[in-house]
């Protein structure tokens, strides 16, 4: 099970330093990252390739298992703030269709890329080295709640947004629906359960296993599909399947499998 903890691992870094390297190939942050309108960063070039080569060195650090602790915990308070300061007065301030379940779409995906850091923290053992990093460790044993969270609003979606989604499909799989509908039962029921802590372990590596096959069969071929100029948000799509995989992967590898 500790192997399954370190491929999630690599699995989370990777999808971490793609997302870097896509922030500073397009002068842009992706989609999920921060709420789009914000035009006032236009003249902050800087900011975006700062934030962008923070986001490789980050992720090259946890799939080498350099610094996990600090690095992780460090990553997962950046994005959380995000998520509490920043999405959520968008949502409420700027959003007028924030009474939609569906526009916190990219809010939830923030919030998962945040407490994957924090359950790829809480896999390892080391302990705080400041103050800083002990205060951010208080807040691994929420990484898998977050992401549990996260994970039942993605099967709601599914339920409510079936049919419009059931062309991501591929055309070769028959009853797009019906596995829309089973894709949506499966996310819940496995967000319900690692909050109640039922048979965690299985429960997460199933998930994982279930992400993955999508990550294969779904997004890597409309990646190898995809116009030039939809590319960018294809894998973007494509690494964050990757990293969610790895955040499953990461709680059933995880000698405590903390929820």
Do not use: Q
């Amino acid at each position: 099970m500790r192997n399954l903890s370190n491929i999630g691992r690599i699995f989370y870094g990777i999808a971490i330093a793609v997302t870097g390297f896509l922030t500073i190939y397009y002068n842009d942050f992706p989609y999920m990252l921060i709420p789009p309108n914000h035009y006032w960063m236009n003249g902050l070039v800087g900011f975006v390739y700062l934030f962008g080569a923070m986001l490789i060195i980050a992720g090259t650090c946890i799939v080498f298992g350099k610094k996990i602790m600090p690095v992780s915990l460090l990553l997962g308070g950046v994005l959380l703030l995000i998520f509490c300061f920043y999405y959520i007065p968008y949502e409420f301030m700027v959003s007028s269709n924030y009474m939609h379940f569906g526009e916190w779409e990219n809010a939830a995906k923030e919030l998962a890329l945040s407490s994957g850091a924090f359950v790829i923290a809480g896999c390892t053992t080391k302990k705080g080295e400041n103050s800083l990093i002990r205060f951010l460790a208080k807040l691994i044993p929420f990484g898998t709640i977050f992401f549990s969270i996260t994970i039942i609003s993605f099967g709601i979606d599914h339920f409510l947004y079936a049919k419009e989604a059931s062309d991501y499909i591929p055309t070769w799989i028959p009853y797009h629906l019906f596995w829309m509908y089973f894709t949506g039962l499966a996310l819940f029921g496995s967000g319900i359960a690692i909050i109640l802590k039922i048979k965690v372990g299985l429960i997460a590596f199933l998930l994982g296993t279930m992400i993955f096959i999508w990550f294969i069969i779904l997004h890597i071929p409309r990646v190898i599909a995809s116009p030039s100029i939809y590319m960018g948000d294809e894998v973007t799509s494509a690494i964050l399947a990757l990293a969610y995989c790895g955040i499953a992967f990461a709680i059933a590898g995880s000698p405590k499998k903390t929820a």
